[in-house]
């Protein structure tokens, strides 16, 4: 089993997007895919019960703290024949807690906007990260994935900088887009959404999905059979 946790400290950076979303796609493939919930306000969980009952099932552990009359332990069950686990980290994750999710994972990704208050806010926490002797020594990969990337503006230099410094790779580029957010007001991820209201943001995200995967190539096929499917469609308009 693979484990990816996505995390940053500080809110609205999006990682119940791309957690969502990751386990969209595993989902969508008919790969055992769970989904682990470390944020009290529980986004990841609520996004599993909106789901239609025709979609392809995807187990939902609840690993926020304690509270009386809650058995953690039962909660954090991850069946095993799952394949991929994605841990939705709750934003202010540190101490123990870090160190607790950094200790299941295999993978980790970290989504932020790349604006300067974030940036500031975010960049600490990256190099904390890649001083802890799991990631620093190579045993727990990481990566960084720009969210909500504004269209007029689709690179930021002072974020290529900070990565540089740090030698993390940037995994992906997300535009701002309400496709995103359509999908997870039906309990679904972009991968599961009919492929011509979602290929820009499938195209995106798919350098995401060959990271944690370690099969690349699979954004090149996306873009060729979408490019195939166009030209049918094209065909078909003209008789």
Same mark, same amino acid.
């Given at each position: ?24 796609? %595993?989902?969508?493939?008919? *790969? ?73 994972? &295999?993978? #980790? ?7 300067? *208050? ?25 990566? #960084? ?31 701002? &887009? ?11 991820? *972009? %991968? /599961? ?7 820009? /943001? ?38």
């Amino acid at each position: 089993m693979k484990t990816t946790l996505v995390v940053n400290p500080k809110g609205g950076a999006g990682k119940t997007t791309v957690a969502i979303n990751l386990a969209s796609y %595993f989902a969508a493939e008919q *790969i055992p895919v769970a989904l682990m919930d470390y944020d009290p306000q529980g986004s990841s969980l609520h996004w599993l019960r909106l789901r239609p009952p025709q979609t392809i099932k995807i187990h939902g552990a609840n690993a926020a703290p304690e509270r009386y009359g809650r058995l953690r332990s039962f909660d954090m069950y991850v069946p095993p024949e799952t394949r991929h686990l994605i841990i939705d980290a709750p934003a202010g994750a540190s101490g123990v807690l870090l160190h607790e999710m950094l200790a299941r994972a &295999s993978a #980790v990704v970290v989504p932020l906007v790349p604006s300067t *208050i974030d940036l500031h806010a975010t960049g600490n926490f990256l190099r904390e990260l890649t001083a802890m002797g799991a990631v620093k020594y190579g045993h727990v990969r990481m990566a #960084v994935v720009a969210n909500k990337v504004r269209r007029s503006m689709p690179a930021y230099a002072p974020l290529q900088t900070v990565l540089d410094s740090l030698g993390l790779k940037l995994l992906a580029r997300l535009i701002d &887009s309400d496709v995103f957010l359509r999908a997870a007001e039906s309990g679904t991820g *972009i %991968f /599961e959404l009919n492929p011509g209201l979602s290929a820009v /943001e499938r195209r995106q995200f798919l350098p995401i999905v060959e990271w944690v995967t370690g099969e690349p190539g699979l954004a090149e096929a996306a873009q060729a059979a979408a490019a195939v499917c166009e030209v049918a469609r094209s065909r078909s308009a003209f008789g």
